[in-house]
């Protein structure tokens, strides 16, 4: 548990190091971009997660990597050096989290929230735009939502914004009726 939190700790510093190099040249849109779908990218190929975060790949080979993604995507040089000097400090399975952490920081310069949704099943075009608002309407700010599929939790969602979580899944109800029955 305590690497996970040296992981998001680490991927917190590279990604306030990054936006603040961004921002000095003017490029968070662009470096944003990238970075959001490089996201995509790791979301989508389990190829990739396991070049990140396998130990049996060296820095160089990481390194190499993330620069063919790079070139292969056209990404901004901001985007393309940093990747670089990641693989190349050893934080490479950091990535995920220092994506998660500029969107954070991005999206608070603009005033925006950023929310995490996980669902059982993927959310239509219409239960978006619902859940948008509603979560609009609660937060009273624009928010920028990021959605994850999980099967695990059966049913309903898990909304996530800033360090609040919002449980209102199948799975999580089950497991209180399950402890309420224990105690009975």
Known sequence: MAEDSNLSNVGARYAQALFDLAGDEKR????????????????DSRDLR?????PAFGVEDKARGLAGIAA???????TAKFLGLL???GRAAALPEVITAFAKLSAAARGAVSAEVITAT????AQAKGLAAALRQALGK???ITTRVDPA????LKVKVGSRLFDASLKSKLDSLKFALKRA
């Open 28 to 43: 968070i849109p662009a470096v944003e971009a990238d970075l959001s779908s490089l996201r995509t990218a790791i979301a």
């Open 50 to 54: 396991v070049l990140l975060s396998s």
């Open 72 to 78: 292969k995507a056209k990404f901004n040089p901001t």
């Open 87 to 89: 693989a190349t400090n």
């Open 122 to 125: 993927p959310l239509s075009a």
């Open 142 to 144: 624009d928010p920028e």
């Open 153 to 156: 939790i059966l049913g309903g």
